[in-house]
């Protein structure tokens, strides 16, 4: 067995956004090849992703899919699973329905009130439809991303001013409809869960935002994943595992369980919680997060005694289990030893 890590660059990056995106992928495709898998490592920098493909072999090569979206290319999440799916490879993580369901916040909210799932009150406004908005401290989010683009403390709004503004600020920037949401501001928790059959729930992190006293900068900002040296990076602290009664954590494990269920997520998502006067709410859904060694997955997988290459191996694992010739010798391993 081979795995290929795939990665893309966007044209759009400015250089430390690409370097870290190399950093980091460099940093998972040695590990593999530390844990005794031959690997190799391919970077997409333009959308001819076949062009890559047909170097490799789907009957012996699985997939370790980095690759967001095709360069230059927006919302091409799921183009990206359909062309390796239609090349016959295995891939790690998940189907293009999840992703693709994941960058649209509407409809997530949709699906988790059919779930049951509590979320923050809100929907996607225009900045005139913002003139009816009543409900403050809002927070004004891209309504077709992750990664927390255009994120930051200023998107935390009081008035009706700064909300048309941040509204403009998402649709001018990206391109895209905004998402105005109540802000809950409460603690944060992000529950990472991998495996199949069943999912296992890694210990809950908490993003500890004691340092700051002011509401709209308890928030994890985009400067918060991306800018060393900002004030959000090096002052929100990642508890791991988040000091949370034995109670609360129980009734947060079911709502993570549950959405990971109704959503169909494979090998690995995170889920990301905040909680008010008891009640939690989930803010976000992100199948295929990231799972770079300093991330709140890492840590959380570190905690249960999986160092950075034991993780990405297993993760590897998962997906091996549906690559139809080598998933046949590990079932056969397996009754073997039982």
């Known amino acids: 067995m081979k795995v290929l890590v795939l990665y893309n660059i966007d044209p759009g990056w400015d250089s430390f956004e690409i370097d870290d995106a190399r950093s980091s992928c460099k940093v998972l495709f040695e590990s593999l090849n530390d844990e005794g898998i031959e690997t190799y490592l391919e970077e997409l920098n333009d959308p001819d992703l076949e062009k890559i493909l047909e170097k490799y072999s789907p009957k012996d ?5 980095l690759c967001e979206t095709l360069p230059g290319i ?16 295995t891939y790690t993580g998940n189907v293009p329905e999840v992703v693709e369901l994941s960058y649209d916040k509407k409809r997530v909210k949709e699906v988790l009130g059919l779930l049951g799932i509590r979320v923050p009150y809100g929907g996607v406004l225009t900045a005139e439809e913002a003139a009816d908005w009543t409900l403050f401290p809002a927070i004004v989010k891209p309504s077709r991303e992750h990664s927390s683009l255009t994120i930051s403390e200023k998107s935390v709004v009081f008035d009706t001013v700064s909300l048309q503004e941040q509204i ?11 998402m105005v949401e109540d802000f809950i501001d409460g603690r944060e928790f992000h529950v990472s869960v991998w495996n199949n059959e069943p999912p296992e729930i890694l210990p809950t992190a908490e993003m500890d935002f004691s340092a700051f006293s002011e509401v709209r900068k308890r928030l994890c900002t985009y400067d918060s994943k991306f800018i060393p040296g900002s004030e959000h990076y090096e002052k929100i602290e990642t508890l791991i595992p988040a000091p949370l009664d034995e109670k ?29 006067d008891n009640k939690f709410y989930l803010l976000d859904v992100n199948p295929n997060n990231d799972i770079s060694v300093d991330t709140s997955f890492a840590l959380a997988a570190e905690m249960t005694s999986y160092s ?29 030893l039982d």
Do not use: H
Request: charge should be positive.
């Open 168 to 178: 403009l600020l998402v649709n001018n920037e990206l391109k895209q409809p905004a």
């Open 248 to 276: 609360l954590l129980k009734k947060l494990e079911e709502k993570v369980l549950k959405t990971w269920k109704g959503f169909g997520c494979f090998d690995y998502a995170r889920f990301d919680f905040r909680l008010r």
């Open 61 to 65: 090569t699985i997939i370790f899919n």
């Open 308 to 336: 950075y290459g034991q993780m990405v191996k297993r993760i590897v694992m998962m997906a091996a289990e549906r690559l139809p010739e080598f998933g046949e010798k590990l079932m056969t391993t397996q009754q073997q």
């Open 74 to 89: 927006p919302y091409s999440e799921r183009r990206v699973l359909e062309i390796i799916e239609n090349n016959g490879f």
